[in-house]
């Protein structure tokens, strides 16, 4: 054997695991490719072996390592998160007349408020063999990160909201675990809710609960945000989520709460060997975690009257709501600011609050005036706060939030009429739409009236509710200075728009929740024949 790489051999025996890839680095430099193919030439395969498996460990353990590593919280984030821990409990439950005689872990709870309201999921409280709530929910915290959440340090709750279709439960502390009364001055760590609208794709969270194969200590996994659903209300994440999560925090680097962990669906493929029909395994590939976003909780919360003063908790108040939401019906009118006179064709559209825009994925109602300005929403809406968007020719936007309760809701809207110049800018007859009409000075004033139909590209079948509008030739958006004429489809799919309008050429946009938004150039004539307008959709 070669005697410099003996000694190589021996340094390599007696290094520390952290000299060995300086010595990698030394022994292929010195010998190289080419000395490695002669000693294979001269049958020292042993040597040979050896040097190749330090080449290949100068290329593979750096990447190994890189692939590996984590990357470390900062402290600060690091002291964020588990302070958050705090906030999140244990829940147990009991039936007085079940078959167990101690309450038993079902879930996990946040203290949103510190006087000891929480917030859980409802399918945590529910007991599905009766499919009442239980009897009896306490819940227990952990002060230390090794702590056991033991029900024999819990508090007693009792439900003061439910919200079913959203599965999100509130809770409040009304007692010890023995029926000790809760002082007035009783306070828990309550985690601050963190801004919907601010939370964002590849944002990394936390999830902090109590999974049933943790055990009755707090668990945390991180993740990623995956997607956000607005119209439907979930927040999406690879985070992972198990049962017992449910009901516990979601918390962002700046230890606030996203979301409350609510369900996780798996992605499962079937694999049957001896084709028999009867599939032998079933492999996991994937889970999404599902939340429900913390704008739910602030919604739920704002429900729940604060204590009459400081020596009063919420448990001595007659006015706690107790009973779920329902849905509610939103009819109003829309009128002049100034004449008081109402305003048609107006279109009113609801949106989550404090979004600015509307888009086929968070439009969740709407609805066009009468000629006496008077609306009804296609849907019937939840309690809570919303952002209503309306839109009228010849008057400015409105935006506004509103704030919608149980029973009917009947809402008064102003709209401010644009100034001169700027109505005689939308309704002025664009000089493309004349060059055509110069032979004949009668042309010139005349107008027609456009009616359409719009169809399915695919199935043929007329969509219902499309908005379509004729826009300046060449605009790429729809505003209040360009907009010239629109309508709205009938559940035939026609569309009369408001306004006739001088023959020339225009152009076209149409949009319809599920379907791809529609831009063309369009001809108007003298005989105008109905427009047939195809939108592709979404699906």
Known sequence: MHKHTSLYLIRYNSSTQKDQRSLYKTLISKYSFSYILELCKNKFSLLALLSLVCLLSIYSLPTFAQDKKNTPLSAEVRTKVQ??????????????????????????????????????????????????????????????????????????????????EYDLALLYIISDVKGGRIPPTFELPSLELSDTKSTQLLDNIFIVGFPAIGGETITVTNGIIEGKDTKNNWLKTNARVTPGNSG?????????????????????????????????????????????????????????????????NLSSQTAVIAKENKLVQISGIIQDSDKKSPINDALVGVIPLSDEEITNNNLISWAKTTIEGKFLLNNNLKPGKYTLKVKAIGYESLLCNVFLKDGQNKLELHLKMLKTTEIKNTTAIPPVANKNNTNNSNNITSKVNITGVTRSSTTQQPITGAIVGLIILGSKEVTENNLLTWGVANPNGEVNFNKPITPGRYTLKAKATGYEDLTIDIEVTNKQVPIVIQLKSLL
């Open 83 to 164: 302070q958050a821990t705090k906030s999140v409990g244990l829940v147990y439950v009991r039936n007085l007349n079940g078959s167990k005689t101690t309450p038993q872990p079902q879930g996990s709870a946040v203290v949103i408020r510190k006087d000891g309201v929480l917030i859980t999921n409802h399918h945590v409280i529910l007991d599905n063999q009766s499919t009442k709530l239980f009897d009896e929910i306490y819940v227990a915290f952990s002060q230390q990160d090794d702590d056991i959440a033991t029900f024999e340090t819990s508090y007693r709750t009792r439900v003061i909201l439910v919200d079913k």
């Open 248 to 312: 516990g925090a979601a918390i962002n680097l700046s230890g606030k709460l996203v979301g409350i962990p609510t369900k996780v669906q798996i992605e499962k493929g079937f694999i049957d060997k001896d084709k028999d029909d009867c599939p032998e395994t079933s492999p996991s590939y994937g889970a999404i975690g599902f939340l429900r976003p913390a704008s739910l909780v602030g919604e739920m919360l704002a429900l729940v009257p604060l204590p009459k003063n400081s020596t009063e």
